[in-house]
Structures are given as structure tokens and as C-alpha cells.
């Protein structure tokens, strides 16, 4: 068995935390990963200390030498858990990022993992050694140092695991796995055992913060199994796997929910072909991520745009459509922050009809009024007034059942 | 002219002291330095911060992980400076020891430096970029992080300005240079312009711990003038290079002394070969460092041996003595705490005459006992009571008119 497990910053963010963490690498050891790859994220609060530092010189802080400091952070964790397994008589060695030949393309700061030269540490791994490696961060063709940015250590983790053909990638946060909604908004949520990737997808895109969008793409595509577990609570966690197909499954797996919506609806644009664009063109030029858009036709020869932003993106949006109203030739520009959204997600919606109407339903009778609309094949995405989505999520998690096991 | 400027752990021990350097590096360039490439140290306390964390693991941590845990100290600090030097328009790139090509060979914690692959480094100076370079540290031949103990950092800075054929090495600490004594104990003591290896060496032995033995022994090699000069005020430092013969020299250039020695002395052992090593083999296996070391016949047939310890391996030292006092048959083993050396240093010996004389006449007119006396080529060390150091040194320079350029 070839398991990598991969430890947040939380999971790593003190001494003590590092002594348990080895403890953790010792019993799977003791437990059939005979063959065991560890990845570590900065201590907690190390990173920020680091930023601050930089920060403290100037607000624009050259990119490669950022990415040369904050890698220094995992390097020192990656250091001390091997320097703790070692004490416990683990032959265990910390590796760079470098070291452990994650080669990378991209900017500094936002690198992307080009190919893992894995052989050192196949060897490593071989002699029943444990490599401890640095999680986020990488070399590029010019040896400079780079970083993977934002979700980056989970996908070091999750590309290791490919590139070593692992039986498992473990990544270890501070939740217990992926529940059917948020237990702060409905108590009776159940932890999932089993999820699948596109599941996952949709639940982590729409705010379900526990694994990045970009790891789980990675080991969608090389079919990896990844479990998400605690490192601080006992517990089998959630496992990201395939769909099983053979498998009886309910229509709907969970409820994601985000708050932090806005709405910016453009109306009275003279419809002609080019209209999508010349609105979200320059949106997406100013690098504003845009999340439901719905297009409708108002009145004979003219079409109303709707779309949400981010609440921190809001202002400068709102700026960037007035700017654009004049060439456009729409009548008003609107905008309303008090939105957020609210999802059911689940692959046996394709072959369950009647999710839509039930929802639509549920959410009538419990006097949620929906704004905006947007499906795909696994998920039915609402946008709602803010002050009513907490009602709308109990709602609909009672309403599908998602208390009891599928 | 290319010139390898290097900052200790004082000198980079704060984001006001990073901008202040900086400013020195620009001031540098602009002074005709068009090559430059810049050495530093971690900043002043995080070593030891990086040590505590991994002691309050375990007191013995594993020496490579060690390392690769401390070496992060100068990787922070090699950022920072090029981060600042950026933002003052000088194109700089930090390196880590094994971007920067230091290979090494020995143990860790004590690693030697081998080779430099200074290619890319090269290829930057020509460019007019600036290299921040992290002392201290290197890479094996296996890839791993190495550090080079003790000292590393100006050897570091001394071997780069080798590898590139630097014009001038200059090492930035939180003193002025090297001086006649130590002022606090001489206030009349001056700064030296000009002193050659052989004196740095004997100075930096006695406990002048301005530049450690190790840079002075490389840069005496290569006959790379080494600057010592201070990051926190003005002035020209002084100059470190060979012995200028054409210059009529003064018969002292200065006085060292250390006041934390030990003595032992080991009485009445029957007198035969091989006495020396049977005393001080079993110390040097202990790793003990002998300092002084006299050796006299004391009566017919038996002899008495004396040599000097540091404080800290005094009880050590003493033990192993009396452990061995049967074997060598030895009549008695005395030892004192309370004793300290002092040095007359200088290549103008080599010429004047006398020198030792007056020394010695000076030492009694101001009622200094001599217990041992110890001679070299450049040097004339006594060994005296602790308490009567201060006035042993202050007679002395007063005596060869240290106060007044030679």
C-alpha cells in the first residue's frame, strides 16, 4: 500500500501539532502504508508572518523573490516533522520542493506543476524510508524557486500521489470530511463517506472550502482516490473517488450555499449578436471572476443582462459597467449586494427526474423567492435574497432527505 | 570592479536594517562597484528561533533535517534584501546556497566547501545584476542541504569572491575594524588601516572574533583582500592582505587577549617518548581544544606538562587527566580556572630585535606574574592571572605606542 498524505497548516501549526502529526505518519506506518509519502503546508500563520515582512518594504514586492521567501515556510515545517519521525525511529528525510523534483511552469506565485522528476524519491521510498516534502512550491527550467499559489498543497499532494502511482492521496485539514450541507446552518447534516469527483467539484467551487478545485481536477483526471480527514479527530473522512455506477444513489449528495453575492443586472442592451461578449469581455480582462450569468429578452429588439460577482469585486464591476453603458446602449445599469446562492448538487440527478420542480417547490413553500436560475447535468444553482438562505438550505435538506444515508 | 559585499546577522537584524543595507548596496554601485554580489546572514535571533523549535522536539534532532531547518534563516533574509534592493530599481535575484552552486563535502552542521559552480552567478554580474546570495549554507553531492558551521557565512563570502575573481571581499559587521586591543580595556586603542593575514590570523585565534579563522585562512590562500568594515557607521574599515614588505613596519601591530582559560597541569611523569601524545592524545579524541602548551623537566628523570583550556572544557579536561594520571604514572594533576593570556602580535617582529625583552621588562615593572610563555615567527603569548589582564595589555600598549600609527 503507497499512500501520501498531505497536513494543512493547521494540522502542522505548532510543536505539539508536529508531534501529533508524526504520531498520525507512525500508525499508518504501523497499519499497512508501508510505503508512505508525506506533504506538509507552512505552520500556521507562518506564511502571513513572512507576507508582512515583505510588506513591511513595499506593497509590490518583486515576485520571484516572494516566492523564494514564503518557500521557506513548508521548508521549515517539512524539516521539523522529519526531524520529530526521525526521533521516533522513522528513517524520514524533508525535501524542497526542488529536491523532490517538482518541475513548474507559469508565473512565480501562481506556477503550475509541469512534471514531478520522482525517482529520487521512489529510490526514497524503496529502502521503506519517508519522504517529507514541501508542499506549494516547485523549481522552474531556470532553477528559480516558484510557488503553486492558492490550493497549491493539496495539489502537490495530489500530483505525487499520480506521478508515484499511490494507492491513496490522504489530505488532512481541520473538518472531518465533506458533509451533505454546512452543520453551523443544519444540524442534522451527515458526514459523507463517498463522494465523487464532479461532486466534489461542484461543492468545492461553490464554497465548500475544504479541498481546491484545481487538486481535485487533477486527480479527476489521473483517477486517484483522495480521502478528506482530520487530523485532529479519529475518523475514516470523506473518500473522493470515481462514480460508482453499480451503486443505487440519491438524487441529491449535498447543499452548498455562498453569501458573499452580488448582482449587477444590465438592462435595455439593443439586441444584436456580440452582446455576452462586449459586457463580459471587459469584465474578464480586468480579471473578475463572473458566476451565474442569465440572458433574457425584455421587450421586442431589446435584451436585460443579469450576473453576480463577488461581493469584493462589486465596486469595481459596478465602475466598469457604467464606464461600458454608453457604447453599449443600455438603458440602466442595476446592482444589488444583497444576494447569495444556493445549490443542490448530486450526479443521480441524471437519472432522477424531478429535482428541479421539487426544489422549486420546496423552496415556494418556504416563501423563498428565487431571483436568477442556472442548471448543469449535476447541479440547480438559485440565487436568492442573503437574508433568506439559511431558511432555504434547511429547507431543502429536510425536504431531500439528506439526514439519512442515500 | 567587482566586489563581494557581506552582512552579518546584526547587520540584517531588521526590516529597518534590510533598507539600511540596502542603501549601503546602492551607495556601492554607484561608487564604481559595478559588480556586486551580496552575502548574508540569517537575521540576527532567527537561527536560534529555528534551533528552539526543533530542541523542543528533541535535544538531538537529526543532523541533516538540522540544516535543511536552518538554512530557511538565510533564504528569508537573501529575499527580503533583494525584495528592497528592487524597489530601489537594482535588479537583484536571491539564491540559496545550492542555486548559487556551493557544493560541499563533510558532515552536516560542519560542511566544507568544495567547489563553487559559479557559472550562473557570472553570467548575472555581467547583465549588472546584483546576486544576494545565502552564506552559511551549500548543497552535497546528493542534493542535500548542507550548512558549513562556525563561521560559514564570511567563508562563504571569501570563497565566492575567490570562484568569481573578485577584486575585493568585504565583510560588514557591527564593529569598526580591527584595533591595536580591545578599546574598552585601552581607550587610546586606534583602528588599524592595513593589517596582512598572518596577523588576522593570530588576532582572530586570540579571540578578536571580528572575522573567524577559517575566511582569513581562505582568503591568505587565495591572497583575496578581505575588508572589515562596520554596516552601522561610516568609515573605511581596515584592509586585510598580504604583508606589504616595502613598508618600514612597527615590531607590534597589536595586542590580543582572552580572558576564559584554564589551566592544567600534570606533575611528576617519569620522562620517556611519546609523553606529549599519551597526555594530549586522549583530549584531542575528546574534542578538546589545547590551547598553550609548555612542557619542562622538572628533576631527574620526571617532567611536568601544562597546557591551557578553554573554561568550558575545564571539568571535562580534569577528569580525563586524573583518569589517565595512573597510566602516565604522573605524581600529581593541578589545575586553575583563574587564568587568562595575552598576545603581542606582529610580522614587524620578524625584524626588530628586542621585542620579547621589553615585553617581558614591562610585564614586571607592573608587578604581572608570567606562568607560561609561548612563542611563534609573529607572536608572543604569556599566560597570567585572570585578574591582572586589563593591566597587563594596558602597560603593553602603552609601551610600543600602539596609541600612534606605526
Do not use: D, G
Given at each position: 500500500m503507497r499512500i501520501v498524505q498531505k497536513y494543512g497548516g493547521t494540522s502542522v501549526g505548532s510543536i505539539e501539532r508536529i508531534r501529533h502529526i508524526a504520531g498520525l505518519v507512525a500508525a499508518a506506518r504501523a497499519d499497512g502504508a508501508h510505503q508512505l509519502v508525506v506533504v506538509v503546508s507552512a505552520m500556521g500563520g507562518e506564511t502571513n508572518r513572512l507576507l508582512n515582512l515583505a510588506r513591511e518594504l513595499t506593497p509590490t514586492p518583486a515576485s520571484r523573490e516572494m516566492d523564494a521567501l514564503v518557500a521557506t515556510g513548508e521548508q521549515v515545517s517539512a524539516a521539523l516533522l522529519a526531524i520529530e519521525l526521525n526521533r521516533l525511529g522513522i528513517p524520514a528525510y524533508s525535501f524542497t520542493g526542488s529536491q523532490a523534483g517538482f518541475f513548474t511552469d507559469g508565473p512565480h506565485s501562481r506556477a503550475r506543476i509541469r512534471?514531478?522528476?520522482?525517482s529520487h524519491l521512489q529510490r526514497r521510498l524503496d529502502r521503506g524510508e519517508v519522504p517529507v516534502v514541501t508542499g506549494f512550491q516547485g523549481v522552474d527550467d531556470d532553477g528559480n524557486i516558484t510557488t503553486l499559489g492558492r490550493g497549491g498543497s493539496d495539489t502537490s499532494a495530489v500530483a505525487l500521489a499520480v506521478a508515484l502511482q499511490a494507492d491513496r492521496c490522504d489530505i488532512y485539514t481541520d473538518v472531518d470530511g465533506i458533509f451533505t450541507t454546512d452543520p453551523r446552518v443544519v444540524p442534522e447534516a451527515r458526514k459523507l463517506t463517498h463522494i465523487c469527483y464532479e461532486e466534489m467539484l461542484e461543492l468545492a467551487s461553490l464554497g465548500a472550502k475544504v479541498l481546491q478545485t484545481r487538486s481535485v481536477e487533477l486527480a479527476m483526471r489521473y483517477r486517484m482516490p483522495v480521502c478528506l480527514r482530520s487530523s485532529f479527530t479519529d475518523g475514516a473522512g470523506t473518500l473522493v473517488t470515481e462514480e460508482e455506477s453499480a451503486m443505487e444513489r440519491a438524487a441529491v449528495t449535498g447543499i452548498a450555499f455562498h453569501r458573499d453575492e452580488a448582482k449587477i443586472t444590465v438592462r435595455g442592451i439593443p439586441d444584436h449578436p456580440g452582446i455576452a461578449s462586449n459586457v463580459l469581455g471587459p469584465i474578464a480582462e480586468a480579471e473578475i471572476n463572473v458566476d451565474v450569468i442569465v440572458q433574457n429578452v425584455s421587450e421586442q429588439g431589446f435584451t436585460d443582462m443579469t450576473f453576480t460577482v463577488s461581493h469584493e469585486d462589486y465596486t469595481t464591476t459596478m465602475a466598469l459597467m457604467r464606464e461600458l453603458q454608453p457604447s453599449l446602449g443600455a438603458r440602466e445599469v442595476l446592482g444589488d449586494t444583497g444576494i447569495g446562492k444556493v445549490s443542490l448538487v448530486g450526479v443521480g440527478m441524471r437519472s432522477h427526474a424531478g429535482v428541479a420542480r421539487k426544489m422549486f417547490e420546496t423552496l415556494a413553500n418556504n416563501d423563498v423567492n428565487i431571483q436568477m436560475i442556472t442548471t448543469s447535468e449535476i447541479k440547480i444553482t438559485v440565487v436568492v435574497e442573503e437574508a433568506v438562505i439559511d431558511r432555504a438550505v434547511q429547507a431543502l435538506h429536510a425536504a431531500f432527505h439528506l439526514e439519512q444515508e442515500g
Open positions: 512534471r514531478i522528476e520522482s
